[in-house]
């Protein structure tokens, strides 16, 4: 399964099977994630078979079940975009392995996850983990033109880029990113919404695995 395979594979999930991860691959998430926190200067922690963090409360939207893994994403308070962009490495790393992932901003009990957090570090979000129920269900996207300035005229590989970022997560859906391509340079922003720069992370990561990082320059 090539990376475009794995995107299109990858869905959000809410319900998980009583199997715990295996050794093996818990050692190659952790080797992942050491080398996210070198190279990011995050903090990512990895926790299994915890399930305090997603104990059910009552009924309502993005509810989970049976979840008892997870990655927590910590890092600088500033470090949104690069949570997003990283904590997506580990997310496609995750379906590789056969596992299934949900990114969770809002519905887990917060004080449960007992994250070793550095001075200027914060738990930004938490990523559920493991062996699915079902695999989830694909989202409806826009259209790659209200994202884009693409065009008859863009190169191949801002089109593939493009079909990359759009199967991007995003917060409920949102989609609020956009990515404007001149010659072989790219500029990609965000709405001021909620979770707005981590998702830019997450769909900057999808266009550069598209797109091919030799192809072009990311423009500030």
């Known amino acids: 399964m090539d990376q475009m395979e794995r995107m299109r594979a990858r869905h959000s999930v809410r319900n998980y099977l009583n199997q715990p991860i295996e ?3 818990r050692a190659a998430l952790q080797a992942a994630i050491d080398r996210v926190n070198r190279d990011a200067g995050l903090h990512v922690q990895l926790f299994t078979e915890e399930p305090e963090a997603f104990d059910a409360n009552a009924p309502h939207y993005g509810q989970f ?10 890092g600088p308070k500033d470090a949104d975009e690069a949570i997003g962009y990283y904590g ?3 997310v496609l790393l995750a379906q590789e392995l056969g596992l299934n992932t949900c990114w969770v901003a809002l519905t887990f009990k917060k004080g449960k996850v007992k994250v070793d957090a550095d001075k200027g570090e914060k738990l930004h979000v938490v990523i559920a983990l493991g062996y699915g129920a079902d695999q989830g269900r694909a989202h409806k996207s826009k259209d790659a033109t209200e994202l884009s300035n693409l065009s008859d ?5 801002f089109r593939r880029g ?3 970022a759009l199967l991007a997560p995003t917060a409920v859906n949102q989609q609020k990113f956009y990515f404007e391509q001149k010659g072989d340079r790219v500029r990609a922003r965000t709405k001021l919404t909620f979770y707005g720069k ?11 695995l598209g797109a091919g990082k030799e ?3 990311w423009e500030d």
Request: charged content about 25%.
């Open 23 to 25: 050794e093996e691959k």
């Open 65 to 74: 079940k049976g979840c008892r893994n997870y990655f927590a994403m910590v």
């Open 88 to 90: 997506e490495q580990l």
């Open 153 to 157: 005229a863009s190169p191949a590989w």
């Open 162 to 164: 493009m079909e990359a």
């Open 198 to 208: 981590m998702d830019l992370g997450i769909a900057k990561y999808h266009f550069e």
């Open 215 to 217: 192809n072009f320059t």
